[in-house]
């Protein structure tokens, strides 16, 4: 049996199906990134939020600008825009079928997505481009005016080929004809991600149009937001496993882990869904919850995945199997990342590092080492350069959070220590593999790479302890240098 709106009544017992009706719900929101995370996440709160009987006209329009958008918009379209989410426990798993999106514009098509945008009944538009979609200069950590796509944009608003130019455009029809502006919320794992929303809105708005501009600072919210829930692709095993466990096809089924968190700035201009009667958290200030999960959580991500993908260990949980990674992510959270770490509102910090170890052994999340290893040349900076930052700062000892770099530093050599080559994920391989072959000889030649260094790469203490580490890792191998830091 395949998903859609006229199997639901006769799917299987083994996955729940929302409780109200397709003609029950009406448009609130434009998603931008229709991708896993987004309906694990914020598609599978608002499911929720609906089958409570509440806030029915905040459903999801879909949206996006990447061809991946336009494959995965056919992929809904097949089966009824229903998705399939399965939460995994390490004791069991659980299927529900989601019905909150009622509507996809066609990302090829630009009109209907600046039409969808100007459509006054949206009053939330929310972002998941990935930590890399926002055009920060890797020189100034800010928006970066002069890339090639956003100038293209601010000359062709009625054409724009960002997400940024489309939100321009639709903010720019909704004022011209006098309809109030939506809300726009990033939902990316990115520090302040609300600030850095609005300067890439305002920014490109500006060179185009700067009395426009002036109205979307003046008028539009950007709350911040903090997002968490281990989400891993989905490929044809995944799909095949899916028709097994719950006995019909979806084209395009989540898995994700059980745990879940949102925490959001409590900032919108033009209303926002009771998200709160279903888990989320509003909240006066995110910042204290983003530096959280950044240092412990993601940067924990980064311990784990780096030693393990030089080990040649493919997935999160076997990792976690290994004493010596374990006992590494241990002794670095608690004498290097939680020391930095501000205290959290109503957060116990222990117990929080206690459910990430838990999260990361999680055997059926089937979470790969790859994954934590993606795109470091955009994740370091912000998830590892700034607890070597704090450390220097108070100056406390850093031999083991500059050996995650190390680690980085080796990984990006391509070729794991049983002599396996792998392609390196991230859009700066080649200069990443380039500068690691030369750190074999010259260790610091890898903090050249100034997008990663551009705080820490020339502190003395810190320049000393990489090219350390990195040496004793060419020298005696990645299960010696851990044996090492775990005995000092």
């Known amino acids: 049996m395949k998903l859609a709106l006229d199997t639901l009544d006769r799917l299987p017992e083994s996955a729940s199906r929302p409780n109200y009706g397709r003609a029950e719900l009406s448009p609130g929101i434009v998603h931008f990134g229709v991708g896993n995370f987004h309906r694990a996440h914020q598609t599978r709160y608002l ?27 056919t992929r809904l379209l097949r089966q009824d825009l229903l998705s399939t989410v399965v939460e995994q426990a390490a004791d069991g798993a659980m299927a529900t079928v989601t019905g909150a999106m009622i509507g996809f514009a066609d990302p090829l098509d630009k009109a209907a997505t600046i039409a969808a945008l100007a459509d006054p009944h949206i009053r939330l538009v929310t972002l998941t481009v990935t930590e890399g979609g926002y055009f920060i200069s890797p020189a100034s950590g800010a928006f970066d005016p002069d890339d090639p796509a956003i100038r293209h944009d601010a000359r062709h608003l ?38 850095v929303a609005r300067e890439a809105v305002v920014g490109l708005a500006a060179q185009s149009d700067p009395g426009l501009a002036d109205w979307i600072d003046n008028n539009v ?8 829930r281990i989400t891993p692709a989905t490929g044809p095993a995944e799909r095949t496993r899916f028709r097994e466990m719950f006995g019909f096809d979806d084209v395009a089924p989540v898995f994700c882990e059980d745990f879940i968190q949102w925490v959001v700035e409590d900032d919108f201009c033009a209303g926002r869904p009771r998200l709160e009667e279903v888990g989320v958290q509003f909240v006066t200030d995110v910042e204290p919850f983003e530096t959280m999960k950044i240092r412990i959580l993601n940067g924990g991500h980064a311990a784990v995945g780096y ?39 109503g957060t116990d910090l222990e117990a929080y590092l206690q459910q990430i170890f838990d999260r990361l052994s999680n055997p059926n999340v089937g979470d790969t080492v790859w994954r934590l290893c993606l795109d470091g040349s955009n994740r370091q900076p912000k998830f590892v350069e700034p607890t070597i ?62 997008k990663a260094y551009s705080v820490v790469g020339d502190d003395l203490r810190f320049r000393e302890a990489f090219a350390a580490n990195v040496q004793a890792i060419w020298k005696e191998g990645t299960e010696s240098v851990i044996k090492q830091y775990l005995a000092a």
Request: aromatic share 8%; glycine share 8%; hydrophobic share 45%.
């Open 221 to 228: 919210a950007f709350p911040s937001s903090m997002v968490d």
């Open 47 to 73: 499911d929720a939020l609906f089958n409570t009987g509440l806030d029915h006209d905040w459903a999801i329009v879909g949206a996006g600008v990447m061809p991946t958008d336009a494959e995965m918009r």
């Open 158 to 195: 009625s054409e724009p080929a960002t997400v940024f130019g489309l939100l321009a455009a639709g903010l720019k029809r909704r004022r011209q004809a006098g309809i109030a502006p939506f809300t726009v919320l990033s939902c990316d794992n990115v520090r302040h991600n609300g600030r």
């Open 307 to 345: 030693p393990a993908g030089v080990l040649g260990i493919e997935l999160v949980d076997r990792a976690m199997e290994n004493p010596l990674i374990r006992g590494f992510l241990e002794k670095l959270e608690r004498t290097s990342i939680l020391p930095t770490v501000p205290p959290v509102p």
């Open 389 to 450: 930052a704090a450390l220097l700062n108070r100056n406390m000892p850093v031999d083991g959070i500059a050996l995650i770099s190390a680690f980085w530093c080796r990984y990006c050599y391509g070729v794991d220590e049983a002599g396996n080559t792998y392609d390196i994920p991230d859009e700066a391989a080649g200069e990443l593999q380039a500068l690691a072959q030369q750190a074999k000889d010259d260790p610091l030649a890898f903090l050249r790479f100034r």
